[in-house]
């Protein structure tokens, strides 16, 4: 571990700092209000709906699947 440290020393001993140098971390602004259209968001709500769909038929068909091994064994 003191290797570790005198590495640490043999390479910045000599060198310079920077007095005003920070960590500042960058945020996004969170409050922008996106206005759209009613035909986007209708194609979007359309789409979710196909997802959900698909998702409970994903759903329908590993139930069904855990019922066969279960029955199985």
Known sequence: MSNLYDDFEKRHVGSWFAAGWVDVEVKKPFNQVFRKDLTT???????????????????????NLANLYNVSE
């Open 41 to 63: 968001l209708q194609t979007e709500l359309e789409e979710i709906q196909e997802h959900i769909e698909a998702v409970s038929q994903k759903q329908l068909r590993l139930a």
